[in-house]
């Protein structure tokens, strides 16, 4: 009886969320519902968000990495003019976020858009890669995509859900443990986790659509992720340590992007 009362408990701990759609499916046809905890807001998750990118930020410039090759700062920051544009496709409020871009000196390969449109680069992944305009929208459309989604909110709240079962089975067999302190670790877990292949996919339709819609060329999604498993040789880059490719990716991507071809087309 204890048992199947344990297995439950993380059902139990789910009943504090509910269903949304953070964004409209688009061509690419993204339209799972998402479960979220009613009392976690977006703009608690972006605030989160915020303050460790400004840290990043910070630890950047006292290190004398931050922003230092101007013309690849000029670069990266057009692309994501011409993709946080087409956002407010997915969803209207993102007209509203705060976008920032930044770019990093460091020889990982890896990118990310934080929660709220807080968007970093390494220079690594632009230079080791040779990457054109096309590969960096595919890259930057990914990760502005996991922000659309809101990804870390998910994450977060199915962390906070296991977390408080957890806590709460910890009680009844009388080892106990507080609630603040399995919230804390349901962020911690939930921002730095990484994604599951679900959210992953979504992850590279919507970022496949956004390119296109900005006048990308959505070949530039294969490319991509050829290079990405070139680079890893054994050792997987950062980037790919929590953003998995393989050939099924790429064959995805490649049967997706006749359904952005024409947005592509219009927009060149």
Known sequence: MRLRFLLCVPVIALAGCQGVQTTQGGNVGVDRTQYMMSGLSSEEVNQMAAE????TLTAAKQAGVLNTDTATVRRLRKIADDLT???TYFRPDAAQWD?????????QLNASC???????????IIDKLNLTDDEIAQIMGHEIAHALREHGREA????????MGTQLAGALLGLGS???????????YGLTLPNSRSNESEADLIGLELA??????????????????SASQGEPPAFMSTHPSSSGRIEALRSAAPRVEPLYQANK
Do not use: C, H
């Open 52 to 55: 460790s990118y400004e840290e």
């Open 178 to 188: 507080g609630s603040q302190q399995a919230a804390e670790m349901a962020v911690q």
């Open 156 to 163: 977060i709240s199915r962390a906070y859900a296991t977390q």
């Open 85 to 87: 544009a087409q956002a």
């Open 114 to 124: 934080a929660p709220g449109g807080k968007i970093l680069f390494y220079s690594g």
């Open 212 to 229: 296109a819609r900005a006048g990308y060329n959505p070949d530039a999604a294969v490319s991509l992720w050829q290079k990405m498993a």
């Open 99 to 107: 976008w920032e871009v930044n770019l990093i000196k460091d020889d």
